[in-house]
Antibody
């Protein structure tokens, strides 16, 4: 059974950093394309980033230069390093395998 | 990035059908893309429902009932999610998505109310 468990969210001040983790089971992260998608409170879905099996990475313009997606193959875990955080980054962050399997999400709140 | 347009709300009665639309901008041809559909209930992550490219190229999510189906209206440059035999449990937000140029693009979502 495919399972995705996000962690690492929390309250951070503007300008701060957080690293989100997405622990996967039931499949191999490095053999799939993996994405991060976020949802601000009461708002719709916004794609954040993708990493392909070959290692190529892409980012939404809103996070380019501030966020970095990566994976640890032996831990079968996906990461999202978030730097220079802004209030508008406040959201629930979901990791996803392909377009099909989603985790439960982790809440990131950027506030002073 | 293109913007996918979804009506903010829709409603129908139990047993009826609901037709949810996702309109692509005029410079993007709906015929060129898979249209993905997601269902989201309050406090839960999005659930993948299906994708639709054509009648010969489509896929249903695991465990998703066959009363959820996809189609396209090329004349309106629109993707369509049809939910037949509506049930109260279908009340949720529904999002469409396309995948152009290494980025996902979501519609703004439609809140479906089952009266």
């Amino acid at each position: 059974e495919v399972q995705l468990v996000e962690s690492g969210g929390g309250l951070v001040q503007p300008g701060g950093s957080l690293r989100l983790s997405c622990a996967a089971s039931g499949f191999t992260v490095s053999s799939n394309y993996m994405s991060w998608v976020r949802q601000a409170p009461g708002k719709g879905l916004e794609w954040v980033s993708v990493i392909y099996s070959g290692g190529s990475t892409y980012y939404a313009d809103s996070v380019k230069g501030r966020f970095t997606i990566s994976r640890h193959n032996s831990k079968n875990t996906l990461y999202l390093q978030m730097n220079s955080l802004r209030a508008e980054d406040t959201a629930v962050y979901y990791c996803a395998r392909g377009a099909w399997d989603w985790g439960q999400g982790t809440l990131v709140t950027v506030s002073s | 990035q293109p913007v996918l347009t979804q009506p903010p709300s829709s409603s129908a009665s139990p047993g009826e059908s609901a037709r949810l639309t996702c309109t692509l901008p005029s410079d993007i041809n709906v015929g060129s893309y898979n249209i993905y559909w997601y269902q989201q209930k309050p406090g839960s992550p999005p659930r993948y429902l299906l994708y639709y490219y054509s009648d010969s190229d489509k896929g249903q999510g695991s465990g998703v009932p066959s009363r959820f189906s996809g189609s396209k209206d090329a004349s309106a440059n629109t993707g369509i999610l049809l939910i037949s035999g509506l049930q109260s449990e279908d009340e949720a937000d529904y999002y469409c998505m396309i995948w152009p140029s290494n980025a996902w693009v979501f519609g703004g979502g439609t809140k479906l109310t089952v009266l």
